[in-house]
């Protein structure tokens, strides 16, 4: 049970996914370098992402419709310097697509030449907020079984937690 409760526990990190990432592409090496928190909304792996991934591995968590106009937006801010500013669905590592905005900036030499951009990935979290509450709640009434004594109670919740969780998971919510 005790195994149970720990797999549960991990939904409460979904709050993690709130926290915006950050991100800094150095062009001459064409490698974006990311932060933890953009690693985490991309999917990728942390030690990967500190190291520098190329645009394709961003590009490719980007949902299929909206990476052409993906494209035309970083075209624009590296050619005209534009701000780039734009809001997609990236598919995280399981199999569901979560919006995110990104905004980001592009820095030049002075005779123009673009060398490099950073910016900033936020997550939206009203797609899981109502979902992530009754969680939040059940983890609670879970805990308060556990430290009681009440064996039956704690089961039927863990039952309860699957089962909001499994809808989660159908409707593209949570991790």
Same mark, same amino acid.
């Given at each position: 049970?005790?195994?149970?409760?720990?797999?549960?526990?991990?939904?409460?990190?979904?709050? @993690?996914?709130?926290?915006?990432?950050?991100? +800094?592409?150095?062009?001459?090496?064409?490698?974006?370098? #990311?932060?933890?928190?953009?690693?985490?909304?991309? /999917?990728?792996? =942390?030690?990967?992402?500190?190291?520098? =991934? +190329? =645009?394709?591995?961003?590009?490719?968590?980007?949902?299929?419709?909206?990476?052409?106009?993906? &494209?035309?937006?970083? #075209?624009?801010?590296?050619?005209?310097?534009?701000?780039?500013?734009?809001?997609?669905?990236?598919?995280?590592?399981?199999?569901?697509?979560?919006?995110?905005?990104?905004?980001?900036?592009?820095?030049?030499?002075?005779?123009?030449?673009?060398?490099?951009?950073?910016?900033?990935?936020?997550?939206?979290?009203?797609?899981?907020? $109502?979902?992530?509450?009754?969680?939040?709640?059940?983890? &609670?009434?879970? $805990? =308060? &079984?556990?430290? +009681? /004594?009440?064996?039956?109670?704690?089961?039927?919740?863990?039952?309860?937690?699957?089962?909001?969780?499994?809808?989660?998971? &159908?409707?593209?919510?949570? @991790?």
């Amino acid at each position: 049970m005790r195994t149970a409760f720990k797999e549960l526990t991990q939904l409460r990190t979904a709050e @993690q996914y709130l926290e915006p990432g950050f991100f +800094s592409w150095d062009l001459a090496q064409g490698k974006i370098y #990311a932060d933890g928190n953009t690693a985490d909304i991309f /999917g990728h792996d =942390l030690s990967l992402s500190a190291s520098g =991934l +190329s =645009l394709e591995h961003y590009l490719d968590r980007v949902h299929p419709e909206h990476r052409g106009r993906m &494209a035309r937006s970083i #075209a624009d801010t590296l050619m005209h310097g534009v701000p780039y500013h734009e809001t997609y669905p990236v598919q995280r590592g399981d199999d569901f697509y979560h919006d995110v905005t990104v905004i980001g900036r592009c820095f030049r030499t002075t005779e123009g030449v673009p060398l490099h951009c950073s910016g900033v990935v936020i997550p939206h979290a009203e797609d899981r907020k $109502d979902t992530d509450q009754i969680l939040v709640h059940c983890l &609670a009434v879970y $805990d =308060l &079984a556990i430290t +009681s /004594g009440n064996e039956r109670l704690a089961n039927q919740m863990l039952a309860v937690l699957a089962s909001v969780n499994d809808m989660s998971a &159908a409707t593209g919510r949570l @991790q």
